[in-house]
Structures are given as C-alpha cells and as structure tokens.
C-alpha cells in the first residue's frame, strides 16, 4: 500500500477499527499492539506500545510484537491479527482459536503464504519465539518449526486492488 494500513478507510470505518470489531465479534477481548498513534483510531481499546517489546531494536517488527502479546495479554492464547484482513470471516476467527486448543499455532495459508498475522497462538510459542529472536531472526514465520502447528486455508488484502475488491464486497452486504 505505501502507507499505514491502520488508519485506510474501507467502507467508511479504518481497517483498525474494523479488526477490532472482528475480534470482539469472534469472543475477543481485542489488544492492539501498535504505536501510540493508533490509539485514537479505536477509542477504549486496550492498547500497549510496540517498541515495548522487549527486544534489541524498537519496532523490531510482528515477532517481538506477537511475543509481547502474548505475554502482556495474560491469556493462554490469543489471536494475532493484522488490520489489513477486513474480511476476514469471524466463524474462521472463533475456529482459529477453539483450534488452538490442540496446537501451540493455528495459521491460515493465503496464496501459498502463511498469514502469521491472522492466527492463534498459544504461550507455548514464547520459548521457540525468544530462540528465534536471540538468533537475530526476525521473520515471523520461522519459529512455527519448532511449535506445534496446524495450517488452514484462507485469502488476504495487501494490494491497492485487493482493497477495491473489499470495499466493493462490503458494499454489497451492507457491513
């Protein structure tokens, strides 16, 4: 896209906020790991900095964000989320994360690719996580050797044309 997915508006609500709604929706208690500017995009939504990580560099990209989810959440498990997946079904959300529940990673494959920010997690993935991360990697999909893991099929929106394909499915159902 060339710019901050977070604030995009799709159908009249940035996709933040839409994420946000898709997991309260699924069960959720939405956690937004982001920066601070984010916070005015969804008033009342628990938030916590991302250069708070824990890890060597601020904003040291999804891996130190996922794993600092998943120990300030205080939740056995929890459902990772980019904003960019609007459409994204919450009977598949609730799946993912009843899923979870028998794997220590549940993760959708959209064109051949591992969306590891639309999956659940367990605390279990901390450990492999922190070994990644001291081994200077930062590719959040490479730890998913070491856990336990479940892959299921799903799409994505990354591209200008994919958003134009959601703004126009979302008009069409009256979301």
Do not use: W
């Amino acid at each position: 896209m060339g710019r901050d997915k977070a604030a995009l508006l799709l159908h009249g609500r940035t996709l933040l906020a839409r994420a946000v709604d898709l997991v309260r929706r699924a069960g959720g208690e939405p956690l937004v790991v982001g920066p601070v500017s984010v916070e005015a995009l969804v008033p009342g939504c628990r938030r916590i900095d991302e250069t708070e990580s824990g890890g060597p560099r601020p904003r040291a990209g999804p891996l130190p964000a996922l794993r600092h989810g998943l120990v300030v959440s205080g939740a056995p498990k929890v459902f990772a989320l980019a904003c960019d997946l609007p459409c994204l079904p919450e009977a598949l959300v609730r799946f993912l994360i009843d899923a979870a529940d028998q794997y220590d990673a549940v993760v959708p494959r959209a064109g051949g690719l591992l969306q590891v920010l639309a999956a659940a997690y367990t605390t279990a993935c901390i450990p492999a996580i922190d070994r990644q991360l001291e081994a200077g990697e930062r590719a959040a999909h490479r730890f998913l050797d070491a856990v336990s893991l479940r892959v299921i099929e799903e799409s994505e929106l990354n591209r200008p044309a994919d958003l134009a394909r959601a703004e126009a499915r979302l008009a069409g159902s009256g979301a």
